[in-house]
């Protein structure tokens, strides 16, 4: 299985894919996006949503996983990084990628065991786990990789409690589906005059 980790943000955007064969994993692309402060935030978007694009095409992942925004004190960071996200999200969704989502105390427990875990000690076991030579530069690229490593364990991963994880993320993603749908049909609709 491929998978795509994002880290999403819109100065910049951390990617990762990685491909997993059982226990094992194989690095197969990661690295960041960057837009520039002085373009214009429409710009940086269709910068980033294209950029996303290609990456996904060449890469070929099966799926794609990205940490849920986190909120922080600045509404304008968390409303421009919802935008990248969303961007983000558009990106895997018209590549047919079913996208999952985690938040950080879930990245935290699935890759060190402890939700509480600092940033270096995250960075430390993706680049154990990976089998990199270092860190990968910058953190924002280190998060997509333990996104990206998180879903694996949730989904393929060995354990009792990695199998319920991924049980409960299937009953919950049926669920969205479902729902979805339902709401889809009020939604989505052109009403003329």
Same mark, same amino acid.
């Given at each position: 299985?491929?998978?795509?980790g ?9 990617y990762? $894919? ?6 094992? +994993? ?8 960057? %837009? ?10 269709? =910068?980033?949503?294209s950029?996303?694009?290609?990456i996904?095409?060449? %890469? ?9 925004? +986190? =909120? ?9 990084? &919802?935008? @990248?996200?969303? $961007?983000?999200?558009? @990106?895997?969704?018209?590549s &047919? ?5 985690y938040? !950080? ?10 939700g ?5 000690q995250? #960075? #430390? ?5 990976? &089998?990199?030579?270092?860190? !990968?530069?910058?953190?924002? %690229?280190?998060?997509?990789?333990? $996104? ?13 409690? #990695?199998? @319920? $994880?991924?049980? @409960? ?5 049926d669920?969205?589906? %479902? ?9 989505f609709?052109?009403?003329? &005059?």
């Open positions: 299985m491929r998978i795509l994002i880290d999403p943000g819109y100065a910049l955007m951390g990762g $894919v990685i491909e997993q064969n059982g226990n094992r +994993f194989r690095t197969l692309d990661y690295g960041s996006i960057a %837009t520039g402060p002085s373009a214009p935030m429409p710009e940086r978007l269709k =910068y980033l949503y950029s996303l694009m290609e996904i095409a060449d %890469t070929e992942p099966d799926c794609a996983a990205m940490e849920e925004l +986190f =909120y922080n004190t600045n509404a304008k960071t968390v409303i421009n990084v &919802g935008q @990248a996200r969303g $961007v983000a999200v558009l @990106a895997c969704v018209n &047919g990628l079913e996208v999952a989502e938040t !950080p105390l879930q990245i935290k427990q699935a890759l060190v065991g402890y509480r875990a600092e940033k270096k995250v #960075q #430390q076991m993706v680049k154990a786990i990976l &089998g990199l030579e270092k860190v !990968p530069k910058p953190d924002d %690229t280190a998060d997509a990789l333990a $996104v990206a490593v998180c879903h694996a364990n949730s989904h393929h991963g060995s354990s009792r409690y #990695q199998m @319920a $994880v991924e049980k @409960a993320l299937r009953a919950e993603q669920r969205k589906k %479902t729902d979805r749908s339902r709401k889809e049909k009020d939604d609709r052109i009403i003329r &005059g």
